[in-house]
C-alpha cells in the first residue's frame, strides 16, 4: 500500500445512521486532513490534526466527528447527516515543518450519498 | 481573507492547440502556490509547488509560472489524456491548510 487510502470508498446512509469514514497514510507524514468537495464549490477544509492534535476545526456541525488515534489513521465519525451532507470526502496528509510550504497529498476520497 | 481564483471555469481544446490556465491569488505571506490535477471521481493529484515569484516548474507538457499576484499554468500540445479538472491552492504563513479556487475543467477532444 502506497500513498493515502479512504475506505469506503462510497457509502450510502440514512439520516439516522451512524457510519465512519477510515483514511490511512502510509508516507510516514505527521499531520492528516479532512476536506469536504461539493459540486461547484471549492475544496473546504473541515479539520487538521497535527502531531496527533486536532490544530483546526473549521466551524464544522457536531455532527462530523474526528478522530486520530496515531499519525498514520484518521477517522471522519457520521451522525444524523442532512442531505446537504452528501459530498465527496477526501482525507490528505503532509509533513509539517513550520514555516515551509508543504505538500498536501491526497486520498481517492470516499463518496457519501445521505439519503 | 485569503481568496484564490481561478479561470476560466471551463476550457475546450483541440488536441494540439496550446493554451494557459489563471489563478489569481490573494494571500497574506504566500508559503506556497499548488497545482493539482483531478479525475472525476478521484482525488487531487499533485503537480506542482511553486514558492516564489519569477518560478517556474515543468512536467510533461504541462508548465507552472508564479509571480507575486497570479499563476499561470500552461499546456504545451495537449493530448486527450490531459483532459482533466486543474485545481489551484495557495498557502498562507500559517499550518499546511491550502485555499482552493474551483478549479478549471479541460476537455482536449481527439
Known amino acids: 500500500e502506497t500513498g493515502v487510502t479512504q475506505t469506503p470508498r462510497h457509502l450510502v446512509m440514512g439520516m439516522t445512521n451512524k457510519k465512519s469514514l477510515k483514511c490511512e497514510q502510509h508516507l510516514g507524514h505527521n499531520a492528516m486532513y479532512w476536506y469536504k468537495q461539493s459540486a461547484k464549490k471549492p475544496l473546504e477544509l473541515m479539520f487538521v490534526y497535527n502531531f496527533k492534535e486536532q490544530t483546526e476545526n473549521n466551524s464544522v456541525p457536531s455532527r462530523f466527528s474526528p478522530e486520530c488515534p496515531n499519525s498514520s489513521h484518521l477517522f471522519l465519525h457520521l451522525h444524523t447527516l442532512q442531505p446537504e451532507d452528501s459530498a465527496l470526502y477526501l482525507c490528505?496528509?503532509?509533513?509539517?515543518?513550520?514555516?515551509?510550504?508543504?505538500?498536501?497529498?491526497f486520498g481517492e476520497g470516499s463518496w457519501l450519498t445521505v439519503v | 481573507e485569503d481568496q484564490v481564483t481561478q479561470s476560466p471555469e471551463a476550457l475546450r481544446l483541440q488536441e494540439g492547440e496550446s493554451s494557459s490556465l489563471n489563478c489569481s491569488y490573494t494571500?497574506?505571506?504566500?508559503?506556497?502556490l499548488f497545482w493539482y490535477r483531478q479525475d472525476p471521481g478521484k482525488g487531487p493529484e499533485f503537480l506542482f509547488t511553486l514558492y516564489s515569484a519569477g518560478e517556474e516548474k515543468e512536467k510533461e507538457r504541462l508548465k507552472a509560472t508564479l509571480t507575486k499576484k497570479e499563476s499561470f499554468l500552461h499546456i504545451t500540445a495537449p493530448k486527450p489524456e490531459d483532459s482533466a479538472t486543474y485545481l489551484c491552492?495557495?498557502?498562507?504563513?500559517?499550518?499546511?491548510?491550502?485555499?482552493f479556487g474551483k478549479g478549471t475543467m479541460l476537455l482536449v477532444s481527439p
Open positions: 491552492a495557495a498557502g498562507d504563513s500559517g499550518y499546511s491548510t491550502l485555499t
Open positions: 494571500v497574506s505571506g504566500l508559503r506556497g
Open positions: 490528505a496528509s503532509s509533513q509539517e515543518d513550520r514555516g515551509s510550504g508543504n505538500t498536501i497529498y
